[in-house]
């Protein structure tokens, strides 16, 4: 399994409004792929859902700077 694969299960735990598993999905997509971006992007949003700011401005910043 791919990093993609991980990205798409979490997309689907997002709508069905389970984040924290959806959270776990991004992680092990960049596991796989350290700058798969919409992993980092969904995560740092994820993050922002559950009001856990800081985490969020970290995964928004990584987002920004990676190429």
């Known amino acids: 399994m791919d990093s993609d694969f ?3 299960k979490g997309v689907v735990l997002n709508q069905k409004n389970q984040e924290k ?3 776990d999905c ?3 997509a960049l596991k796989i ?5 919409p992993s980092i992007f969904n995560l740092a949003c994820n993050y922002e ?16 700077s990676v190429k």
């Not at 859902?49 to 920004?64: C, P």
Request: no cysteine; net charge positive.
């Open 33 to 37: 792929n350290k700058n798969h971006l």
């Open 49 to 64: 859902k559950l009001e856990k700011f800081d985490k969020a401005e970290l995964w928004f910043n990584h987002a920004i």
């Open 26 to 28: 991004y992680k092990q």
């Open 21 to 23: 598993e959806a959270l």
């Open 6 to 8: 991980w990205y798409h």
